[in-house]
């Protein structure tokens, strides 16, 4: 128990005495789904002055604030009824399979639950299946049309222009670089995209059925049929109502009989109609748990973006503008260090949402992992995609989580180079060029690879993808033999690689906040305290590892600061878009 906890409480308590005092008017309250949904509400780092006196934009709501916020709706039995009101909702498949257990959780506790959407694409319905009844206005519009992707082919757009993408990989099914090198799919691109969409798809059809109560076959062919009319979709067993949103308070306590006689009157002055109030104004009134702080923590470190070497980067701006962040090696590693170094945290979550990058950042990432889960366990907690790189900084966690729709494996490599030198040629540019050594120009731009280039970056690309396979073996319970049998750069969704072994569970922050309790020895009932950790502020030094004392941060910095330019990449083909239609 921390010293401020008996007074913040005390507090709490005084506040929620004087909210229970409001008896009505929390009945139904409507919730906007609108966003991304990230995982963790963003720690940002103050401005310098005088932007800091700028004021700030409200971020996004994340999946944590969501969380505490349906927590407080389940727990207080003022409340009925819980409108979802869909809004511009942008979240991934992983973030959409976290917000329908949160609603499910709602549905267990005996709230009555309501999807009111304007018009709904596939990953909307699939959200809004979860509640107990799905209203659409008669103007909207169910565009269930399924699900789709896309791969572009640019090599003979850069041959216009006299560039050639001469970039190798390994194995078969890593295709990042086939945007680039190849004019056409291949049979096992096709392959590997139409298992991903295939799982996906069963996903849908198998949560959706059994929550509209309908056969899987029946669902799959009334999403051929679409778009559908909300009347239509009605008749079909797809929706539930088909109303304006300001007839939900007489629909609410009417049934839909008197809801059609009463459309014309939109009395809101019907004695009986219940009142249907914002999350934000539910929120002045509704009661807070009592909250301890506890001796033994449980640490999240986020891990989100492109792998890279060097420290983590983001847009300095407060502005939350759609552009991924990086995640630097440097910057995670000293995090993970920090949380090593913690007596107080029992335990670690790592949250993964990156489709990898430097395989030589990974690597670095890795073994700070690898050393953590030595003194305390690690779970590692997969997003929308964790994929090679991402995958490769997950293998040594203690378990690992993931939901059934994210994107993970794709344990392979790729690397090579762009040579500009006709496009330079085209545009008069001339150039000369002085040398030492016989194989200063490997990575040159203005020449492709010759024989003996080609075979000197093969054998590094074989080395990394050897030392890829070791690091999975090594972290999950499997041979190099069984590795290379679900590796060769394939990515599987969640799904399929929690049958393959690559994933010990599915679900969401909640199951591996679980696992973490059940892993570090902690009292599974109990509610511990659960902290972000930062990266410190100064350098942190990290303890030798067992059998290898002579490591030494210098030694990683120098690894760092040595490298010009990386040219080995564990990472995923982050260009597939799986589209619901």
């Known amino acids: 128990m921390h010293l401020f906890d008996l007074p913040r409480n005390g507090v709490r308590f005084i506040r929620n005495a004087i909210r229970s005092l409001r008896r009505k008017g929390l009945d139904v309250v409507v919730l906007p789904l609108e966003g991304s949904f990230p995982e963790r509400t963003p720690r940002r780092a103050p401005l310098p002055f ?30 009925d009824t819980v409108v979802f009101r869909f809004r511009d909702l942008q979240a991934g498949g992983a973030a959409l399979c976290a917000l329908r257990s949160m609603i499910l959780g709602l549905r267990d506790r005996g709230k009555r639950t309501i999807a009111w959407l304007p018009s709904a694409d ?12 799905i209203i659409l206005p008669p103007s909207g519009r169910l565009n269930i049309l399924g699900l789709r992707t896309e791969a572009l082919f640019l090599k003979d757009t850069l041959a216009m222009a006299g560039i050639k993408a001469d970039l190798e990989s390994i194995a078969e099914y890593k295709v990042t670089p086939d945007m680039f090198r190849r004019s056409s799919m291949t049979e096992a691109h096709r392959e590997m995209l139409d298992a991903i969409l295939d799982s996906l798809f069963e996903h ?33 067993g797809l929706i539930d109502r088909v109303l304006y949103e300001d007839e939900l308070p007489a629909h609410l306590v009417l049934g839909e009989t008197e809801t ?28 807070r748990p009592a909250t301890w702080t506890t001796r033994q923590r449980i640490g999240v470190v986020s891990l989100e973006g492109m792998i890279v070497p060097g420290k983590s980067r983001r847009m300095p701006s407060p502005l939350p503008l759609p552009v991924q962040g990086q995640a630097g090696a440097e910057t995670i590693t000293a995090t993970l260090r920090q ?40 779970v590692a907690l997969m997003g929308d995609q964790a994929a090679s790189g991402g995958y490769y900084v997950a293998a040594p966690a203690s378990r690992i989580v993931a939901q059934p729709t994210t994107l993970t494996g794709s344990i392979g490599i790729w690397g090579g180079k762009f040579v500009l030198g006709e496009l330079y040629d085209r545009l008069e540019i001339g150039h000369r060029e002085l040398q030492r050594g016989a194989g200063a120009d490997l990575y040159s731009e203005f020449r492709p690879f010759d024989e003996e280039a080609r075979r000197k970056v093969r054998q590094e690309l074989s080395e990394t993808y050897a030392r890829f396979k070791r690091v999975v073996a090594e972290g999950r319970p499997l041979s190099e033999d069984e590795v290379e049998e679900i590796a060769r750069g394939r990515i599987w969704t969640g799904e399929q690689a929690s049958q393959i072994g690559l994933v010990d569970e599915l679900g969401d922050f909640q199951t591996a906040l ?9 009292d599974p009932e109990r509610e511990y305290t659960v902290v972000q950790v930062t990266p410190p502020r ?24 040595q490298l010009n330019s990386e040219h080995v990449w564990a990472m995923a083909p982050w260009l597939i878009r799986v589209r619901g239609q």
């Open 50 to 79: 005088p932007l800091s006196m700028l004021p700030m934009l409200p971020s996004e709501v994340s999946l944590e604030e969501m969380r505490e916020t349906i927590a407080w709706l389940r727990d207080d039995e003022r409340v």
């Open 122 to 133: 596939t990953w909307d319905y699939y959200l809004a299946s979860a509640c107990h009844e």
């Open 204 to 236: 849908l059809l198998t949560t959706i059925a059994e929550r509209r109560d309908l056969a899987k076959d029946q669902l799959s062919g009334l999403i051929d049929q679409m778009p559908m009319s909300p009347r239509a979709a009605l008749e079909r």
């Open 260 to 287: 059609k006689a009463l459309d014309s009157s939109h009395d809101e002055d019907v004695p009986g109609y219940p009142a249907l109030v914002t999350a934000d104004h539910a929120s002045r009134w509704l009661k």
């Open 339 to 378: 949380a090593e170094a913690d007596p107080r945290l029992a335990a670690v979550i790592l949250h993964i949402d990156s489709p990898g990058g430097s395989s030589l950042a990974s690597d670095l990432i890795w073994r700070q992992v690898r050393r953590l889960r030595e003194s305390k366990p690690v």
């Open 514 to 522: 679980a696992l973490a309790k059940e892993l570090a020895e902690l």
């Open 538 to 561: 100064e350098d942190v030094l990290p303890r030798p590892f067992p059998g290898d004392g002579d490591q030494t941060w210098r030694a990683l910095r120098d690894l760092i600061l």
